[in-house]
């Protein structure tokens, strides 16, 4: 799923740039994923996560119970709360980013 990722990659360039000292240490590196999209929330408040979802509400749930269920075996996010839903949503999409920043710069 594709949805908002050029805006999720833009997150994490601006990430990438205000931390862009840390990027010589190997354990940040190692961790990036958790530090860019694991140690803030990318949305806060309901109102602005439900915007943010637009009319893809259903089809982000869904990508994130088929997410949960592969790599957990069950599905643990509250979809009650749009907050929730977002920041997971993120979270998924941003492993694949930064994988593809690490193969780009030849980080691993």
Do not use: R
């Not at 908002?4 to 833009?10: Q, T, V």
């Not at 590196?29 to 990318?42: A, G, K, M, P, R």
């Not at 915007?51 to 749930?61: A, G, S, Y």
């Amino acid at each position: 799923m594709d949805f908002k990722k050029e805006e999720i990659k833009e997150y994490f360039n601006d990430f990438i740039k205000e931390n862009s000292n840390s990027l010589n240490d190997n354990d940040f590196i190692e961790d990036l994923h958790y530090h860019s999209f694991n140690t803030d929330y990318y949305i806060i408040g309901t109102h602005k996560a439900n915007q943010w979802l637009e009319n893809q509400v259903f089809k982000v749930i869904n990508f994130i119970k088929e997410y949960e269920m592969d790599n957990f075996g069950k599905v643990t996010t509250d979809f009650s709360n749009p907050e929730n839903v977002v920041n997971m949503y993120v979270y998924i999409i941003g492993e694949d980013i930064v994988h593809e920043y690490k193969e780009k710069n030849n980080l691993w």
